[in-house]
């Protein structure tokens, strides 16, 4: 569990949120560098969150290593080697060769909050996957769907604290690091066209369906990824 606690860097605000302190792992790595928060500080900030929010799209694997000496960055706190999927060498500088869909990972992330910050209500804000704009027939996007909330539940049959699932996104927008050349939408939505016409890919018929039966008429199609969508 040590590594897992090393990555709590990354929710480094959860801590001192859920119970008014950094994590001892943060302290430790971090040392002279890292604030410390007054009595009166502490007891205002504990507690002072309803609930957990997640945006996940896909997982990154790590592995340990020592703690350079001298000037370190953040990411040299973090104290990990990174790699985007199992079989991708170990490196210090997270740049992975492919983004593979791991839905198990949200499923322990998911699992890893519930234990970690006492069983706050947690929601999955965005869940999600890209693909080229002209894309109508996006039958990726429906496996990754059908996979990943099927690792939610089994997250929610485990204990996790899951109050919500969103889907990312309804429609096609402005990505921040691919502009309009990737989209996320259920709905493709026509750039080139000043009116902005919309038209349903396969993943928004699916996932009509999917809702308006409650995840039982799509039951067989998530049972072929290994997981249950019938409650």
Known sequence: MELTNQLVLLCRTLGPL??????????????????????????????????????????????????KEGVRDYAADMSVYQRGSRTDPATSEYAPTAYPDDPEGLQFVLQYLTEAYGGLPIYVQENGKASANDILDDTDRVEYLKSYIGSTLDALRNGANVKGYFVWNFLDIFEFLAGYKLGFGMYRVDFDDEARPREARLSARWYSRFLKNNGISAQSEVDDTGHHAQQ
């Open 18 to 67: 859920v119970f008014g302190d950094y994590p001892q792992v943060m302290k430790t790595n971090v040392g002279s560098r890292l604030p410390s928060f007054t009595k009166s500080q502490s007891e205002f900030v504990k507690g002072a969150i309803d609930f957990i929010g997640i945006n996940h799209y896909y997982s990154v694997y790590v592995n340990d290593r020592p703690l």
